[in-house]
């Protein structure tokens, strides 16, 4: 989906100008990402590669890839310039590729959104129904920045290509079994040892979307039993398990489930089912009142 300021003319005035400029390609902008904890990257040599081949120009700070591994010799040598001073990097795009959000730079003590260009494009993970983007969302169109959400995207076949939430939401699945399992004090799978076997953990998964279709078949090959559920007749058809009896070792949940709660001693609890959502909360938790 695509979030719009300004209209389709300006789109064909800046065609227009790049072949009154005898075709002086496009200038392309991947930053390092500066939200806590963010280790992804907008473009990977890969994708410069072929922009590059594409006839753009394409800007990539230094660093920008290497909690991804992707050194900046790797981008340099795909065809990107690799450039140490964000803001001149902001400057110069015309077409800024992010993963997330724009927020406060506090190195340069100013935004992102008003290093960028006026007038500029940006293609980026941008949430605009969080309430809390309201303001940046609003900074966007003061300057006239043409937006597109990858988090809005249809889920549709001639769009699949670009889904980028998807992909993430199986991620988060998969990524967060793992952690669960690395903190849980037990083991998952059924081991037969010289003094007797250790009988599989059961696991809960509440949610059979994308994110918990991915949970379910990664807690299984790790040799656990599966137990799921979902309100959604849809979902429903797609789980494997959805019996509730003799629950014990670890829980997936997610976050909207949650309410007030008192203490008992749990193993485990764990959100996955919503893939905004990755915190493990180990330890005693308890039976849920929701009020």
């Known amino acids: 989906m695509l979030l719009k300021f300004g209209d389709m003319k300006k789109l064909e005035d800046d065609e227009k ?5 005898g075709g002086f390609s496009m200038l392309v902008a991947v930053p390092r990402e500066i939200m806590m ?23 990539v700070e230094k660093g920008a890839g290497m909690r991804c591994f992707f050194r900046d010799d790797d981008y340099a040598a795909a065809g990107a310039k690799i450039m140490e001073d964000v803001e001149e990097l902001y400057a110069q795009a015309e077409v800024v590729i992010k993963v997330k959000e724009p ?9 992102e959104i008003e290093m960028m260009r006026k007038g500029g494009y940006l293609i980026c993970f941008l949430h605009p129904g969080n ?3 309201k303001e940046m969302i609003q900074l966007l169109a003061k300057r006239n920045i043409t937006s597109f959400t990858l988090d ?17 939401s199986t991620i ?7 952690m669960a399992a690395n903190m849980f004090p037990k083991l998952l799978p059924m081991i037969t ?6 009988k599989p953990a059961k696991v809960l998964v509440v949610g059979g979307g994308i994110v918990g279709l991915q949970a379910i078949a990664t807690a299984k090959r790790l040799g656990a039993i599966i137990e799921a559920i979902d309100i959604r007749k849809d979902a429903q058809e797609q789980i494997s398990s ?5 629950l014990h070792s670890i829980f997936f949940f997610t976050r909207t489930y949650l309410g007030t709660f008192e203490m008992i001693p749990l193993k485990f609890f764990f959100c996955s089912a919503n893939s905004s959502s990755i915190s493990a909360i180990p330890a005693k938790l308890s039976r849920l009142n929701p009020t």
């Open 17 to 21: 100008a790049h072949q009154e400029r």
């Open 37 to 59: 904890n963010e280790g992804r990257v907008g473009a990977t040599p890969e994708i410069v590669k072929k922009m590059d081949e594409d006839g753009m120009n394409v800007l």
């Open 103 to 111: 927020m406060v730079n506090d190195e340069k003590g100013k935004h």
């Open 131 to 133: 309430p809390a983007n």
């Open 152 to 168: 809005s995207i249809p889920r549709i076949t001639r769009a699949q290509s670009m889904d980028a939430l998807t992909s993430m």
């Open 172 to 178: 988060s699945g998969y990524k967060s079994v793992i």
């Open 193 to 198: 040892t010289a003094v007797g076997v250790i």
């Open 242 to 246: 959805a019996s509730f009896s003799d």
